[in-house]
């Protein structure tokens, strides 16, 4: 269904996909990196493209580097080998005891963390409503509802007028019939999906209400409103948690490739809802600019009305049983998701934050501080200055806070080798490190996986403090609503030797990386670094 799109919990409003205003392709504004894999998808657009003098993007088409990358694919495409896979992710760690072979390692990884994991929801997709006439309503969803998309679809959200309570993870929101669409509906089939009811692992508590309506909503006048624009809605996660929320942001990327069946796809002329009475507000809110141009809405906005969407994605959820990054069950010895790494490039280039060249050939290494009672780094002054002097290092103190803009930390990130900071959701900034980036999680506080694994998804270094004689709490930490022993509510002192030693250690890993090494040789004071292919 070409045109069609599907968000998370937050509600998403998308109109039918169409041409923008503009020259040829100018509507795309994809880093050059991934221009190959979307034209491959639809070889008409560039066969436009590279016959228009006003397209942006001719002259990349004609440039040897994507001559050299043509055949390349996402991975989730009918026909896309293996080799001509965008990013293929790597397996260095031993397969046994896991999985019968190394190629199976591979192919369960790729399943579980990368593009793989998209395949599946569009293999896994069925008909819900099907559709009789052209403009009868449609609503497909992969397994569980995980993620659907529908056509001429009606909400009503009359009963919001009369409910005063704040809803936020709520199943409650709708009730029978009020959600539907003029379609055939396989409501056995529909029935069968409703096993993950949970507010934020499927669409199954607001789809278990879906009717069919007798007559089209929208021709017969049904509707208060028609959402024109292509829609996402949305059910968010935690939008004050930088790990929580990228879930949210991480999920609705994979559901935009999920969905791609219209050249206009990656458009940010859309509309986004989230599926709370809660105006949305989040220290990371710029980078929803990544995913539409216009403001973001609530149930509020629409309470007491009925409202259709010409165009609607119900996209991938932040806590799937088993989905992305939340609950990702990353088989041993794997890492390096290209579904990762795209969605870091594809924010960053809408973001517009460069990796700039730079001046001198010290490593960059960011200290993150924590300003909040727990977790802090008693001795991190102490810690930063034994590091400073070190003529191979440029040094910078930061913290991440309401007085820096989202952009403004990005710009830092981006630009950092080696990324140091105490277990905390400001680590997630790791998605954004250059590929040869290390993340030194300085103490994981008694929770190992949670960076070390997204670090692995994303495919950059990881480390943590060693021995743990040589670090110094300042009292045992204990929980303060079950009062029990925990070590992420304490703060922390560090052997300034041994953290040297271990700066040390993600430097020498930095220096000898590939990429870092190639970065390094073209490095000129004046210029920034392009996109390249």
Not at 17 to 46: I, N, T
Not at 145 to 173: S, W
Not at 183 to 195: F, K, S, V
Request: neutral net charge; charged residues 25%.
């Amino acid at each position: 269904m070409s045109g069609v799109w599907f968000l998370a919990v937050t509600i998403v409003v998308v109109l039918a996909w169409g041409p923008q205003e503009g020259a040829c392709g100018s509507y795309v504004d994809l880093p050059k990196a991934h221009l190959p894999m979307y034209f491959r998808r639809f070889p008409a657009l560039e066969k436009q493209c590279a016959e228009d003098e006003q397209c942006p993007y001719r002259s990349v088409i004609a440039s040897e580097s994507y001559q050299q990358h043509k055949n390349g694919c996402w991975g989730y495409e009918d026909g896309c080998t293996e080799k001509e896979r965008y990013v293929n992710h790597t397996c260095p760690g031993s397969h046994v005891g896991y999985v019968k072979s190394k190629q199976a390692q591979l192919d369960t990884f790729y399943s579980q963390a990368d593009f793989g994991f998209i395949r599946d929801q569009i293999r896994e997709t069925h008909i819900m409503c099907e559709p009789q006439f052209p403009h009868d309503s449609s609503l497909e969803c992969s397994k569980y509802l995980r993620f659907c998309r529908g056509r001429n679809l009606m909400i009503n959200f009359t009963d919001l007028a009369q409910r005063t309570e704040p809803l936020r993870y709520k199943m409650d929101v709708l009730s029978q019939g009020q959600i539907g669409g003029h379609c055939r509906l396989h409501e056995e089939r529909l029935q069968d999906e409703l096993q993950h009811i949970s507010p934020l692992q499927s669409w199954g508590p607001e789809l278990r209400f879906f009717e069919r309506l007798e007559q089209p909503p929208i021709q017969t006048g049904l509707c208060d409103v028609v959402i024109e624009k292509p829609a996402f809605i949305m059910k968010i996660d935690a939008a004050i948690n930088m790990y929580h929320h990228f879930c949210d942001f991480l999920n609705l990327y994979g559901s935009l490739h999920a969905n791609l069946s219209h050249p206009d796809g990656f458009t940010t002329d859309t509309q986004v809802l989230i599926w709370e009475s809660f105006r949305y507000i989040s220290p990371f809110a710029d980078t929803f600019k990544v995913f539409t141009r216009h403001p973001i809405a609530d149930l509020k906005t629409y309470a007491g009305k009925v409202v259709c969407f010409r165009n609607v994605v119900l996209p991938l959820l932040p806590r799937m049983i088993f989905g992305l990054y939340y609950n990702t069950p990353i088989i041993h010895g794997c890492e390096n998701s290209g579904l990762f790494h795209a969605f870091s490039e594809h924010v960053l280039h809408r973001m517009r934050i460069r990796l700039a060249k730079r001046p001198d050939r010290r490593l960059r290494i960011t200290f993150l501080s924590r300003q909040t009672r727990y977790r802090r780094v008693l001795n991190e002054n102490e810690l930063v200055a034994s590091i400073s002097d070190n003529p191979d290092y440029s040094v910078q103190l930061v913290t991440y806070g309401q007085e820096m803009s989202f952009a403004e930390q990005l710009k830092i990130t981006r630009n950092t080798d080696i990324f140091i900071g105490m277990h905390g959701a400001g680590l997630t900034h790791l998605l954004f490190l250059p590929k040869w980036g290390t993340l030194f999680e300085l103490y994981h506080c008694e929770d190992p996986n949670c960076y070390r694994d997204l670090a692995r998804l994303r495919g950059v270094h990881y480390l943590s403090w060693e021995r743990d004689n040589l670090v110094y709490p300042e009292g045992e930490g204990r929980h303060p609503e079950r009062n029990e022993r925990h070590a992420k509510f304490t703060n922390y002192a560090f052997e300034v030797s041994e953290f040297q030693r271990l700066v040390a250690k993600a430097a020498e890993h930095v220096r000898q990386h590939t990429e870092y090494r190639r970065f390094v040789a073209k490095n000129t004071p004046e210029q920034t670094i392009k996109d390249e292919l």
